[in-house]
């Protein structure tokens, strides 16, 4: 059972818009929601992560939303750059937990 | 500092055969989770090992087994191997009990034939 919903499952962004990913879980318990950036023939790498006790978390070009009540978030990419072009997977784990659940992933593709 | 190194990177097998894959941490990393990757099911949780003892297991059969040692690399051993075992085999570490931030390998990619 897939305890975290991602989409969409690919994404073409022309170069400098905004690519948009969302991911909804059911489980209250968790706690901890990060986003991991996978190129191909590489492992996923952390590219920003929030916790529930705050609506919205900034680095860079990154900026996650979350919305507790609705059980959501989501990643903003601005200004997308062709080297965004990667797998993009969000996930989600209880804090004393450490087994991350991952969403099935989006392909974004960011064009010149 | 060296990043979490797996090996080996590629490997074939046959079906039934068993295989075991390598994992080494960051340096002071004590905490070490395998993840399963294949295009079907994604990216799913194997289990975790802290301070050489299994904390947490994910929802595989038996025939998935890891072990920690007291340096905290970590193996993963599979048995009788089956044909849906082809999969990118994913390392991670994490510096201690209390650090979410987990990092991974390049991956060890099996195929079972």
């Known amino acids: 059972q897939q305890q975290v919903k991602q989409s969409p499952q690919s994404l073409i962004v022309q170069k400098g818009g905004i690519s948009i990913i969302n991911c909804a879980y059911e489980?209250?318990?968790?706690?901890?929601f990060p986003w991991y950036q996978q190129f191909p023939g590489k492992g996923p790498a952390l590219l920003i992560a929030?916790?529930?006790?705050?609506s919205e978390k900034k680095e860079g070009r990154f900026t996650i939303s979350f919305n507790k009540s609705a059980k959501q978030f989501s990643l903003h990419i601005m200004d997308s750059q062709p080297g965004d072009s990667a797998t993009y997977f969000c996930a989600a784990s209880k804090y004393s937990g450490y087994a991350l659940n991952f969403g099935k992933g989006t392909s974004l593709l960011v064009t010149p | 500092k060296a990043g979490v190194t797996q090996t080996p990177r590629y490997l074939i097998k046959t079906r039934g055969q068993q295989v075991t894959l390598s994992c080494s941490p960051i340096s002071g990393h004590r905490s070490v989770s395998w993840y399963q990757q294949t295009p079907g099911q994604g990216l799913q949780f194997l289990f975790e090992?802290?301070?050489?003892?299994?904390?947490n297991k994910g929802n595989f059969p038996g025939r998935f087994s890891g072990r920690q040692f007291s340096n905290s690399r970590s193996e993963m051993n599979v048995s009788t191997l089956e044909l849906g075992d082809s999969a990118l085999y994913l390392c991670?570490?994490?510096?201690?009990?209390?650090?979410?931030?987990?990092?991974f390998g390049p991956g060890t990619r099996l195929l079972v034939l």
């Open positions: 489980n209250t318990a968790f706690d901890y």
């Open positions: 929030i916790r529930p006790d705050v």
């Open positions: 991670a570490s994490s510096l201690a009990a209390t650090q979410e931030t987990q990092y």
């Open positions: 090992y802290f301070s050489e003892t299994q904390r």
